[in-house]
């Protein structure tokens, strides 16, 4: 029941806010997030080097034994902050000569998602099936993430305050 809620939230909050977003922002600034962003999400895959997913499936097969699933939970977190770590230094050379002015600061304020993406955890509540944990926490931040974005991103300019609301939700997450 809570997966299919949190699939419900997470059809329902885009379908609100999607229209608006592209309504309000500028067509031209919006095209340069989404180049950037279509780009940065190249970087993030190779930083999170399928840790959740392998996280997932080797914690559901072993977490009847804490001391197993802790060891496990350790290494993947190592792994994770090596490989964001190298990452996010790629990515942010990348960022820095392949770009100038606003496409550079949307570059940079990308970096927090990769940051956060050091924290992500979620693997562990997925495995252990924890999903009311899961559901509530996410609704909860896509709740704050609609309202941030209704009450900031006013102007067609705003794309900074935009792609700052859309990564600051994904590290809280």
Do not use: H
Not at 65 to 94: A, G, H, P, Q, R
């Amino acid at each position: 029941i809570y997966k299919a809620i949190l699939s419900l939230v997470n059809i329902v909050v885009p379908l609100i806010i999607g229209p608006y977003i592209v309504r309000v922002l500028d067509v031209n600034l919006y095209g340069m997030y989404n180049k950037v962003y279509s780009e940065f999400q190249i970087f993030l895959t190779f930083a999170s080097f399928g840790i959740y997913t392998f996280g997932v499936r080797e914690i559901s097969k072993i977490r009847d034994d804490k001391e197993k699933v802790s060891k496990l939970f350790s290494n993947l977190c190592l792994l994770s902050l090596i490989t964001n770590t190298v990452v996010l230094i790629i990515y942010i050379l990348y960022s820095i000569f392949s770009s100038n002015g606003l496409t550079t600061t949307i570059y940079l304020i990308m970096t927090i998602q990769i940051v956060g993406n050091i924290f992500y955890i979620e693997f562990v509540n997925e495995a252990l099936e924890n999903y009311k944990f899961i559901t509530i926490k996410s609704a909860l931040i896509k709740i704050l993430y609609l309202v941030a974005l209704l009450l900031l991103v006013k102007k067609p300019d705003d794309i900074i305050i935009y792609s700052l609301v859309i990564c600051m939700t994904v590290f809280l997450n």
